[in-house]
């Protein structure tokens, strides 16, 4: 999603961006922005909170689920928002 909270699609060159940015990520030679290793952070401290209320009680808490998914979906957002200024700065 973009600022206002629509969707928006990656152009060709940002989703090439993005792909080449991970293929350096993953190969070591370049590490992910602060704000995508904070939210990653985040989503694992989220989900584990929600699986330990699942194992404690039985049950799943739908607004634990919810704070899960806003957050990967704020990922994606800033994972899009990173191809992007990667393609404004080569073009």
Known sequence: MDGSGRWKILTRNEASSL??????????????????????S???NATR?????MVRTGAVDENMV????????????LYGRWAESEVRGVL
Do not use: C, W
């Open 66 to 77: 919810q704070e899960v998914v806003n957050l990967k979906l704020e990922l994606d957002t």
């Open 42 to 44: 985040r989503i694992k």
């Open 19 to 40: 792909m080449s940015l991970a293929d350096k990520y993953h190969r070591g030679e370049i590490s992910l922005p602060p704000e995508i290793q904070t939210i990653k």
């Open 49 to 53: 909170n929600a699986e330990l209320f």
